[in-house]
């Protein structure tokens, strides 16, 4: 069975993917102040890896579970209307990159699966 990860087209694809979405997430000020002390060069690269396990791809994510990598943020007002704005980038990302709606919303069915542990509920 072909993965979420092969259909979208492997490592070149989710480079790309992260890419223009940290490109999308900077741009926008109702969230572009929870990443103003991050090393965006490291978080990009987790980013992938993360996006890469994810939707079936090889698992080299290392980083924290999503509870303890957002606490922090969560501290400074991280929210709900923060979080949807996070996957309205990504939906926009992978539509401009012409991935399929069927895959979308599978991407989308998984970011809104983390959505309890990044908002620590």
């Known amino acids: 069975m072909t993965s979420v990860y092969e259909k979208l ?11 223009v979405f940290y490109r ?3 741009a926008d000020d109702r969230i572009s102040h929870f990443f103003e002390d991050v090393d ?7 980013q992938k890896a993360f996006l890469t396990m994810v939707t079936g791809g090889p698992a080299n994510y290392s980083g924290k579970d999503m509870r303890a990598g957002h606490k922090h943020l969560v ?3 991280l929210n709900a209307t923060h979080f949807d704005a996070v996957v309205g980038h990504l939906k926009e990302t992978l539509e401009e990159l012409g991935v399929p709606a069927e895959l979308v919303g599978q991407v989308l ?13």
């Open 9 to 19: 087209g492997g490592e070149p694809a989710m480079a790309a993917a992260v890419d």
């Open 24 to 26: 999308k997430v900077l």
């Open 40 to 46: 965006m060069e490291r978080q990009a690269a987790k």
């Open 75 to 77: 501290e400074r007002g």
């Open 109 to 121: 069915t998984v970011a809104e699966g983390a959505r309890a542990d990044v908002l620590n509920r």
